[in-house]
Nanobody, 128 residues
Framework: QVQLVESGGGLVQAGGSLRLSCAAS????????MGWFRQAPGKEREFVAA???????????YYADSVKGRFTMSSDNAKDTVYLQMNSLKPEDTAVYYC??????????????????WGQGTQVTVSS
């Protein structure tokens, strides 16, 4: 069982930046996928970014078109922690952001149904 704990959310003005963290514990697999999803009020949860990790090294990173060029996903595999650096934030980025993981590196990365473990979420609010 993998536990995921997100942190780093908050309130920021449009154009500002935030960095989210997701710390994992209890992992026994060395090949897995980590993802970030978000859910805005009244909307369905949507894919934001994902990373494939093989032998605890990041090999591929993917982004939703809506965040490409503004958000960057990175990892510290020694700490089993992933980050989401969010720059040039817009009011439409306001959402609860969730970290997710699956113990199989070759899953479809943007389908939330593929993920086995989820964090509790962290609120990001971008004011205009």
């Amino acid at each position: 069982q993998v536990q995921l704990v997100e942190s780093g959310g908050g309130l920021v003005q449009a154009g500002g930046s935030l960095r989210l963290s997701c710390a994992a514990s209890g992992r026994t697999f060395s090949n897995y996928i980590m993802g970030w999803f978000r859910q805005a009020p009244g909307k369905e949860r949507e894919f934001v970014a994902a990373m494939r990790i093989i032998n605890r090294s990041s090999i591929s990173t993917y982004y939703a078109d809506s965040v490409k060029g503004r958000f960057t996903m990175s990892s510290d595999n020694a700490k089993d922690t992933v980050y989401l650096q969010m720059n040039s934030l817009k009011p439409e980025d306001t959402a609860v952001y969730y970290c997710a993981s699956r113990n199989y590196a070759w899953s479809t990365y943007d389908a939330q149904s593929q993920y086995d473990f989820w964090g509790q979420g962290t609120q990001v609010t971008v004011s205009s």
